[in-house]
């Protein structure tokens, strides 16, 4: 999360805050958020045509991130929260230095993750996330700005957010998998859920879990964070009428299927995105074309 500077102007009540993923799992943060904070709109933006980003390069996600932000922004948002771990860990602060100011801000999970580890961890936390997201080692920095001596091991589970995806959170494969990544880790007494998607195997992951080690979802940490940052600066964030509007990338049929199980509850239509010269625009009438195609 940012910190505190000087006050934003007032901006339009009807400002909704916009929320932003690679695909579905950043579905099981806005749930959270909608649940502390109800009466705020809301635009949901899953770049779900584009992923997984987990195993994509550093410059890829850089600019898929941008695209997505500058659409939410377009939208009338004036707060982004980036509910993606891989983006929040690679991309944030890029983010942050290109859009950031008085009247614009970008969040990410990755902080409010590292405070409740460190909150309930008796000194050695497991992370469990995308390749990218692991690769990066940015939750392991920001668990030692809070604490020098908590131990972190960070383990890459590249199959379980395509399991997720395809709605095998409770099948023995998507249990085989856990446990194969899941028993990497040594000793540990925390296991932080590093991917929106994780919340889905959280029984089988608890299930092979060693006893003893607490399974730690972030998203309600993020939630309560983004409702204490919300406070210093309700006029990016006003209250509304508990609109939400969910943007895709992908098949905005299966988004809306899929979604739901996300985000508990069904979703409004989902209108579809597409990339046009290097930005996200709104395409409603687009649908996947068929057969072979030749682009002019």
């Known amino acids: 999360m940012p910190p505190a500077d000087s006050a934003p102007p007032a901006l339009s009540p009807s400002t909704p805050v916009g929320v932003y993923d690679s695909g579905y799992g950043g579905l099981t943060v806005l749930r959270q958020l909608r649940r502390v904070l109800p009466t705020l709109d809301y635009v949901y933006l899953g770049d779900s045509g584009r992923a997984p980003y987990g195993g994509r390069d550093v410059d890829t996600i850089l600019d898929f991130a941008e695209q997505c932000v500058e659409r939410l922004f377009g939208e009338g948002c004036r707060v982004v929260v980036v509910a993606c771990h891989t983006v929040s860990c690679v991309a944030l602060r890029h983010l942050q230095h290109r859009y950031g100011s008085a009247e614009r801000r970008v969040l990410g999970v990755t902080i409010p993750a590292a405070e409740a580890a460190v909150a309930v961890t008796r000194g050695h936390i497991g992370f469990l996330g995308t390749a990218r997201t692991v690769a990066s080692h940015t939750f392991r920095t920001e668990v030692r700005?809070?604490?020098?001596?908590?131990?972190?091991?960070?383990?890459?589970?590249?199959?379980?957010?395509?399991?997720?995806?395809?709605?095998?959170?409770?099948?023995?494969?998507?249990?085989?998998?856990?446990?194969?990544?899941?028993?990497?880790?040594?000793?540990?007494?925390?296991?932080?859920?590093?991917?929106?998607?994780?919340?889905?195997?959280?029984?089988?992951?608890?299930?092979?879990?060693?006893?003893?080690?607490?399974?730690?979802?972030?998203?309600?940490?993020?939630?309560?964070?983004?409702?204490?940052?919300?406070?210093?600066?309700?006029?990016?964030?006003?209250?509304?009428?508990?609109?939400?509007?969910?943007?895709?990338?992908?098949?905005?049929?299966?988004?809306?299927?899929?979604?739901?199980?996300?985000?508990?509850?069904?979703?409004?239509?989902?209108?579809?995105?597409?990339?046009?010269?290097?930005?996200?625009?709104?395409?409603?009438?687009?649908?996947?074309?068929?057969?072979?195609?030749?682009?002019?």
Not at 225 to 236: G, S
Not at 240 to 263: E, K, N, W
Not at 274 to 289: I, Q, S, T, V
């Open 145 to 296: 700005k809070l604490s020098a001596t908590v131990r972190v091991s960070e383990v890459a589970a590249p199959l379980l957010a395509p399991l997720v995806e395809e709605a095998w959170e409770e099948t023995d494969i998507a249990r085989l998998a856990a446990a194969r990544y899941v028993g990497q880790f040594d000793g540990i007494d925390t296991l932080v859920l590093g991917c929106t998607h994780y919340p889905l195997l959280e029984n089988a992951i608890c299930a092979v879990a060693p006893a003893g080690v607490q399974v730690l979802n972030p998203a309600p940490q993020v939630a309560a964070r983004f409702a204490a940052w919300r406070e210093k600066y309700p006029a990016l964030a006003p209250a509304g009428g508990g609109r939400l509007r969910v943007l895709s990338s992908g098949d905005v049929g299966r988004f809306a299927r899929h979604g739901a199980r996300f985000l508990g509850e069904d979703l409004p239509p989902v209108e579809h995105v597409g990339e046009r010269h290097g930005r996200l625009a709104l395409c409603p009438d687009e649908a996947e074309p068929l057969g072979q195609v030749v682009r002019e």
